[in-house]
């Protein structure tokens, strides 16, 4: 089964102009980006807004986001919290975390936004010792080896009826039975997970089709 590509664009370039356009900020944190070195592999702007609008309907007051890259999807998300609200986003490379926080402060995000910089499964180990739950929402878009372990940690640090949200989700190994990829892996861990409720959406990557793993932790009495 080919993909039509080119008509994935035109319809995500319809819902975007509508719905996802991106103000000075946003396009200057990928240029910032694009200056600095960082690959462009952030969210689509339409999945930034999707993201925000996910971020809206929970009520969301704090997020938790594994994989900073630039800042990009951080400054989405944090745009949806309230005035005292807080996104903490984990990253791996030193020089990633540095463009993040200066695209932040430049959105007027510094105060909102915490970027910590480390492996995140450590990191999150941390954060679960501490007692830094409960979260709203997670945002996971790290290694993608990782993604499993990520959502042990996501599902023990977010609080009963928030959202685990996990980018990439539709690679082209789901097309092929026997084929193996991280996030294959973790689709299927969400689905055997008895707390989660979950479908993957759909979303735009640079060069056609991707999709977003939706998840709500359902209270253990629901
Ligand atoms: N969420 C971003 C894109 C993230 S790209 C956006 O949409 O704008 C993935 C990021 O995860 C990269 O910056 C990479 O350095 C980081 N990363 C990779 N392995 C990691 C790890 N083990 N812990 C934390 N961050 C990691
Ligand atoms: C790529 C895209 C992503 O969204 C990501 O998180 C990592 C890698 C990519 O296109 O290579
Ligand atoms: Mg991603």
């Known amino acids: 089964m080919s993909t039509p590509e080119k008509s994935l664009q035109a319809y995500d370039h319809y819902i975007s102009q509508l719905f996802a356009v991106e103000d000075d ?23 930034g807004q999707l ?6 309907m929970s009520g969301a007051r704090r997020i ?27 990253e791996i490379n030193e020089h990633h975390a540095a463009v993040a926080r200066r695209n932040l ?11 910590r910089v480390g492996p995140a499964l450590a990191t999150l180990a941390a954060m679960e010792q501490a007692g830094e739950a409960p979260f709203d929402l997670v945002f996971i878009d790290a290694d993608k080896d990782g993604y499993v372990a990520y959502l042990q940690k996501a599902v ?32 299927a861990a969400v689905a055997a997970h008895p707390a989660l409720v979950s479908t993957i959406v759909p979303v735009m ?5 991707d999709g977003l793993t939706i998840s709500v932790k359902r209270a253990r009495d629901a």
């Open 51 to 56: 993201l925000y609008l996910l971020a809206l």
């Open 105 to 115: 402060a430049e959105a007027g995000l510094a105060t909102k936004v915490d970027v």
């Open 205 to 209: 990557r640079r060069q056609g089709l």
């Open 25 to 47: 900020l946003l396009q200057r944190t990928r240029a910032v980006m694009q200056q600095e070195g960082l690959p462009p592999i952030n969210i689509s702007a339409s999945g």
């Open 64 to 90: 938790l986001e594994i994989g900073t890259l630039g800042g990009y999807s951080a400054i989405w998300m944090a745009r949806a919290l309230p005035a005292d609200g807080i996104l903490i986003s984990l």
């Open 156 to 187: 023990a640090l977010v609080r009963d009826n928030g959202l685990i949200l996990a980018d990439n989700t539709l690679p082209d190994e789901v097309l092929n039975a026997t084929a193996e990829s991280g996030t294959k892996r973790y689709n």
